[in-house]
C-alpha cells in the first residue's frame, strides 16, 4: 500500500473487506489509545470479533503483524495533538499578540484558496444541488452545526434540505433517507470515522453526486467523493478553523441564488409571509 499512517490505510481499504472486518476497523478507528496497550484477544473480544482476524486485519493493512499496527497506532495519536496543545501551538507561530492579526493570518490561507476555485467547480456543485430531489448535508461534531446551519440556509432559498449529523446506530436512520437522485455535501476531516464509510458506501451505492469538504492535509477521510474541494483549516497541526469553510458555502447560496433567482425570491416571499403571520405585519419583516 502507499499510504503510510493508520488512517490513510483505513480510509483506501475498500475492496474485499467483510462485515466482520469492517467492524473491527471501526473499533481501532475509535478506540486508538486502547488498542496501544491491547492484546490480539483483548482487541478481538472489544470488537465482537476473533484474535485470527485481528491479524489477518492487521497484515491487510500493509503491517507485519499487531506489533507493527501498534506503532503504526502510536504514531499516529502523536499526530493528533489536544484541541489545547492546537491553540497554543496555532498562537505560538502566528508570532503575534492575540488579536485580530492573529485570526487575519489564520483566515487569508482559505480565502485564498476559495477565491481560486475555477468557475467549472462551482457550476457542477450548483447545478447538482439545483437538479437534486434533496440535498444532504453531512457533518459530525463542530461540522455538525455548520451542516445544520447551509441547511437550513438551502431550505429558506427553496430546495428540500436537511443536515446529517448523528452518530453511532442512530445515523442508520439518516443514511436510509439518502434516495436516488439526492445530492450529498459532506464536511469530512482527517480520519475515517464509521459514519464517514457508511455514507460513502451508500452514495457510490446509488451513485450519487458526492461532494467532499474537506481539509489541505496529507489525509483523505474518504476517496470515493465525486469532487474534493480542500479547504485550509489553519496551520498544520494548528487549532482547526471553520471560516473558511462558511466562506464557501456561504458563496454557494449566492450562486445558487443567482442560478435560482426567481425558485429563491419566492421561497424568500413565503418564508416572510409566514413570519408576518406570527409577528404581525406590523414588525415590517
Known sequence: MNTST??????????????????????????RETALHASAAEIAAAAGTSDATVIRTARKLGYAGLAELRRALAEDLRRDLTLADRMTRELSQSGAAPGLETSTQALRAALDVIEALEDAVVSEIVTSIVAARRIHVFGIGPSGFIAGYFAVQLLRLGFDARALSRTGLQFADDLVGIESEDTVIALAYDRPYPEVRALFDRTTRLNLP?????????????PRARLVLRVPRGRTDGFG??????????????ALSAAEPDRT?????????ARETLSGAGMGL
Open 210 to 222: 458526492t461532494f467532499l469538504i474537506t481539509s489541505n492535509g496529507p489525509r483523505m477521510p474518504d
Open 265 to 273: 425570491k419566492a421561497a424568500l416571499e413565503d418564508l416572510n409571509s
Open 241 to 254: 478553523l471553520h471560516a473558511g469553510t462558511l466562506a464557501l458555502l456561504e458563496g454557494l447560496l449566492v
Open 6 to 31: 493508520f488512517s490513510d490505510r483505513i480510509s483506501s481499504y475498500n475492496a474485499a473487506v467483510s462485515s466482520v472486518e469492517q467492524r473491527l476497523l471501526d473499533w481501532l478507528a475509535r478506540n
